[in-house]
C-alpha cells in the first residue's frame, strides 16, 4: 500500500515553503524571530541551512521565486531579495502594502498579490529596486492563493475562485462558489485544485474559464490550507495531517495512503520535488518521501 515516511526534519517553526528545483533549493517562512531560511535539497533527507535572509517585522506569509530573486510578502508589504549568493541573501528593497498581502505569485517581471482586505494587486519587479504597482482589482472579502497560466490568473478567496485575466488591464473572467473558504490553488492542465478549508479538496473545471465548474472533491477530516500537484497526485496540508489524494479521474478523486500525522492545526504549506514533500509545520519542516 502507498504511505508516507519522514525522511528529515528541520526544527524552525515554519510558516510557508517555496522550491527552486533547478539549484536544489528550497526556501522557508520561519518564526519565531521571522525570516526567510534557504536550504540546500540536493540530499533530501538531509536538508542543510546555507543561508538567511534578515529579520523581518513579521512572519513572511508566502514566498516565489523567479531567477535569483525571492519575493516574500508579509502583512506590511513586498520584500525582493537577492539571493544570486544563497549563503549571503540580501534584501535589496521593499515595497509596502497596506491590505496585508497574504499570498505571491511571480512572472515575466510582475509579482501578483492576493490581499485580505484589497483583492489582488499586481507590482512592476522588471527592475526588483525600484517595484511599483501598475494595476489592481478589487475582489469580495479576504483573498488567499494565487496560481498562474497564460492571460489568466486564478485566485482562491471568500467564498470561492476567481479567475482574472491580464490582457490591456484586469478584468474579471469568471467565478466558482466553494463550500468554505479556498486557500491554496495550484491549476494543471483544464483544472483547478483547491485546498477548501473544512471541505477537502475541490477540483474545478477551468477548460473556459469563463465558466468554471466544480466537477470532483475529495472531503477530509481536516482544513485543508495548502496543496501541491505532481502527474495524477495530489498532496493536501490538512491541518493536522498530510493527505495523497489519486486524481486520475478528477470527477472521482480518492485518497490512497494513510494520512500522514502533522502538529495539531500545525501543517500549513505544502511543495513537492519527485516523490519527495516539504511540509511547513508549526514544529519544523518536514521532508517526507511518497513511496508508491
Known amino acids: 500500500m502507498s504511505k508516507l515516511e519522514l525522511m528529515a526534519k528541520v526544527s524552525y517553526s515554519a510558516r510557508c515553503v517555496t522550491l527552486q528545483e533547478s539549484y536544489n533549493l528550497a526556501y522557508v517562512s520561519v518564526w519565531p524571530n521571522p525570516r526567510v531560511v534557504i536550504l ?12 538567511e535572509s534578515a529579520k523581518m517585522a513579521n512572519i513572511p506569509l508566502d514566498i516565489a521565486v523567479q531567477g535569483s530573486y ?12 537577492d539571493a544570486s549568493t544563497p549563503n549571503r541573501p540580501k534584501e535589496v528593497s521593499f515595497y509596502p502594502i497596506s491590505l496585508k498581502p ?15 482586505k484589497g483583492g489582488l494587486r499586481i507590482i512592476d519587479v522588471s527592475s526588483p529596486l525600484n517595484p511599483r504597482e501598475v494595476d489592481h482589482l478589487e475582489l469580495p472579502g479576504y483573498t488567499y492563493g494565487i ?6 490568473i486564478y485566485v482562491s478567496g471568500w467564498g470561492g475562485l476567481f479567475i482574472l485575466k491580464s490582457y490591456f488591464g484586469l478584468k474579471h473572467e469568471g467565478y466558482c462558489r466553494t463550500p468554505k473558504e479556498a486557500y491554496g490553488v495550484t491549476v494543471m ?6 485546498a477548501c478549508d473544512g471541505a477537502g479538496l475541490r477540483i474545478i473545471n477551468v477548460s473556459v474559464p469563463s465558466y468554471p465548474e466544480e466537477v470532483g472533491s475529495c472531503k477530509t477530516d481536516g482544513w485543508a490550507i495548502g496543496i501541491a500537484v505532481t502527474g495524477k497526485t495530489c498532496f ?9 489524494i489519486d486524481i486520475s479521474r478528477p470527477s472521482r478523486p480518492v485518497e490512497i495512503a494513510p494520512p500522514y500525522p502533522t502538529s495539531p492545526m ?14 511547513a509545520d508549526r514544529e519544523g519542516l518536514l521532508v517526507l518521501r511518497f513511496v508508491r
Not at 535539497?41 to 536538508?47: G, K, Y
Not at 497574504?102 to 485580505?116: C, D, F, K
Not at 500545525?266 to 511540509?279: E, K, Q, V
Open 189 to 194: 492542465e483544464d483544472y483547478a485544485y483547491i
Open 102 to 116: 497574504l499570498g505571491i505569485a511571480v512572472s515575466r517581471g510582475s509579482a501578483y498579490i492576493a490581499t485580505e
Open 147 to 152: 496560481a498562474l497560466r497564460g492571460d489568466y
Open 236 to 244: 493536501l496540508a490538512d491541518g493536522t495531517a498530510v493527505r495523497v
Open 70 to 81: 525571492a519575493y516574500v510578502v508579509e502583512e506590511n508589504g513586498l520584500h525582493i531579495i
Open 266 to 279: 500545525g501543517a500549513a504549506d505544502i511543495a513537492t520535488s519527485g516523490n519527495y514533500i516539504y511540509i
Open 40 to 51: 540546500d535539497i540536493a540530499q533530501p533527507a538531509q536538508p542543510r541551512i546555507i543561508g
